[in-house]
């Protein structure tokens, strides 16, 4: 125990001073969801919480990645340290790229001042969430000024990461077209700031257009409601040349500024931590549940009576509830 | 109570018997989750599993809802008893809808044999779709021959109520690329039918054969592991015209005809009741955990502390769930 306890004051000091190899080791501590993992967190969550913190958000295809790199390399040039933490499992820092991809990320792969990140989807959501909240607050401490999260995001409740993000910027090609609609239906919120991405394409001023329109649509108060006055930007950019990558930084550093003048950084901070102690515990309580049933006979036998029509789902749901006291 | 049982029953008979007023009754009971509800729902039970559910997801905007209309019609041309339920917020059915719309809904409204619903999402994901799957359970008690369940889903995880339905059904239309890219990227599951709507559009073909390439990507093992063998079939369809909903309706009677003769029905049935009482269960411990921590001293007390980074999100929901034993 006491060697034990030792070594993680170690990491944790050898974290906080920023080393590489124990960030790796953190996080993959959390992300195997061992106990020393979440100790780290719990130690080091004090120096927390001066990362810019900007979710990535957008279908799979749009380069999403590609356009972090861009970023990435732009706030590099401005001297600041870059984590990257993708739980995008279609991305290619994920898992395999195109030769191209796997060039433009490599450059930041031989690169000290940035720390890039997958981490994979293991189909149990509440899991993987919960393992990239912590992930995130590892690269907070480990002292990277700025944090870009990737998620993949279509039109519906995003993945809960998204919701520890300080700033969320949504990716979009010309051909999203789904992802207009889902805008338009109110079905995805608003973020703060719109990418059109391979802008090179002849219909991306239609694109634009579109969403002018969905925005104005949801009207001045839908607006700021989220940004506190705050008017979401359209930036167009083609990431794999860096045009239009200068002009995204300059927006992201605006509504930085923006809602730290608006007090809004802590309100949004406030809130955002109060969902993610939520959904931590939901996540366990679930997987808690799914754990205890695994080889529960009892919970067989309830299933056997639902399959043949005896046994109401809801029902057995409350015999199983009533079960774990 | 005794007056409350008896009613209870005679809106049990009154729903066996297939009575609209007490199907509408009986879903708005656990709509609103009130516990005559449930318990109607563990009445009728026994009398369900005859209905042939199928859903249909895709992004709003594509035509979902025009597109079941045109379904119900041909099977109600066919004598067979029709109930709707959509949960999707941007469906006409639940809001506002364009004039041509109503008037093509507005159809089945006045036919007995059809009985239509719409779900309002309340936010809380678990609840409403909880809510639904109850809905669904009561439509087919009441006799209801075909349940189409209308859902919207963009390349994420499904809202669980999809869980619920025999055959899934995917409807897309020329311009759908993020879905497209979300099939193609493994991010969304590979339905059973896929429906390409609004079908006049010259880029229809160049589509199909996009959709083409990332079924037979997805292999044959893929597509059998979802369906036994089953080779997705891709129809396309002028909704609002009703053209090609007889070669749809074909589809889905092949569908349901394979899966009943491989004996699949029974096993994707055992699975989807399986999800349906572990999604109700942990649904229900969510809630009452945020019902409970919503006045609490003692969780506005840790909440204070993650803010002040002087108790981290993880330990705070450990300290929960201790609380809560």
């Known amino acids: 125990m006491i060697a034990r306890a030792m070594s993680a004051d170690t990491l944790a000091q050898r974290l906080l001073e920023g080393d590489r190899r124990a960030l790796a080791r953190a996080i993959s501590l959390v992300e195997d969801d061992r106990p020393e993992g979440w100790e780290l967190v719990r130690e080091v969550y004090p120096h927390t919480g001066s990362a810019a913190v900007v979710g990535f958000t957008g279908p799979p295809g749009v380069g999403k990645s590609t356009l972090i790199a861009a970023v990435t390399r732009a706030r590099r040039n401005a001297g600041r340290s870059v984590g990257v933490l993708s ?23 031989l690169d000290q001042g940035v720390f890039i990140r997958s981490m ?85 001023d239609t694109m634009v257009r579109e969403i002018r329109g969905v925005l104005s649509l949801a009207g001045p108060e839908a607006v700021s409601e989220r940004g506190g006055g705050w008017r979401v930007p359209i930036v167009k950019t083609e990431a794999a040349r860096g045009e239009g990558i200068d002009a995204l930084v300059e927006r992201l550093q605006e509504h930085r500024s923006h809602i730290l003048a608006a007090g809004q950084l802590a309100e949004r901070r406030r809130r955002n931590l109060r969902n993610e102690v939520l959904s931590i515990a939901a996540a366990r309580m679930r997987r808690r549940l799914e754990e205890d049933l695994r080889e529960d006979a009892e919970f067989q036998r309830l299933l056997e009576q639902v399959v043949d029509r005896r046994l109401d789902p809801a029902s057995a749901a409350t015999a199983l509830l009533a079960a774990a006291g």
Do not use: C, W, Y
């Open 87 to 109: 739980i995008d499992p279609s991305s290619p820092f994920t898992q395999g790229a195109l030769l191209g991809d796997r060039i433009r990320l490599s450059e930041h792969f």
């Open 120 to 204: 994979a989807n293991r189909g149990a959501l509440g899991g993987l969430s919960e393992a990239a909240l912590q992930a995130a607050l590892l690269l907070d401490a480990a002292g990277r000024e700025d944090v870009f999260v990737e998620t993949v995001g279509v039109g519906q409740a995003e993945i809960d990461i998204i919701d520890h993000a300080d700033t969320v910027v949504l990716v979009l090609m010309p051909g999203s077209g789904d992802s207009i609609q889902a805008l338009k239906a109110g079905i995805m919120e608003i973020p703060d700031v719109i990418v059109i991405n391979k802008a090179d394409n002849p219909l991306t």
